[in-house]
């Protein structure tokens, strides 16, 4: 386990009865987070699968502090975040070093270290403004990955009423929260 030895975590037989209690709607939801986070080297049926193995087999334990579906999804985070240095490494590593690649890649378009900063930012604050509201959520991650407005009904089983009415709940909150010129992180 990263981080502190002495947190108290649950015994693996409490994490595998929690795993065995994952609903049909809970595996749903965490492979479409797996979708979000799976980018370059992982694909995202592989994340969550990896995920629950390294969970499983106690390579990763469960602090009884957080959630078990958080937990999870941070699983997932920190291996996509672990696959994604190594690629980066080894490529880095193989043109020839940091110097050499700014040379033959140039700086102009590539986001610095605070913009990325502040991406995140805000899209954790708006990841909060809907931490109440999961269709809503489910609705904007499947968007921001490219899904087809049929492809989430399919997935949310709801009907294009009902999926209308999210999008406007959707915009309304955003609108109330962010009014027009703000920055997310303001």
């Known amino acids: 386990m990263t981080g502190n030895d002495e947190e108290e975590c649950y015994a693996l037989d409490h994490v595998q009865a929690s795993v065995a209690a994952l609903s049909d709607a809970d595996l749903l939801r965490l492979k479409m987070s797996a979708k979000g986070y799976a980018w370059g080297a992982v694909a995202p049926d592989d994340l969550l699968?990896?995920?629950l193995v390294r969970i499983l087999s106690g390579k990763r334990r469960w602090p009884k502090r957080?959630?078990?579906k958080d937990f999870l999804n941070g699983?997932?985070?920190?291996i996509?975040?672990?696959e994604n240095r190594d690629w980066i490494s080894s490529n880095v590593s193989a043109i020839g070093g940091d110097q050499e690649l700014e040379s033959i890649a140039g700086t102009e378009g590539i986001p610095d270290q605070s913009e990325y900063v502040a991406a995140e930012q805000g899209l954790e604050q708006v990841e909060a403004l809907f931490a109440d509201d999961e269709e809503a959520g489910l609705i904007l991650a499947s968007r921001a990955e490219g899904?087809?407005?049929?492809?989430i009904c399919e997935a949310l089983q709801m009907d294009e009423r009902q999926y209308a009415t999210a999008l406007r709940r959707i915009r309304r909150k955003l609108a109330h929260s962010f009014p027009a010129g703000s920055q997310c992180n303001e």
């Open 80 to 82: 996509v975040s672990d």
């Open 66 to 68: 957080v959630p078990f």
């Open 75 to 78: 699983v997932m985070k920190s």
């Open 49 to 51: 699968q990896e995920a």
């Open 147 to 151: 899904d087809s407005r049929e492809e």
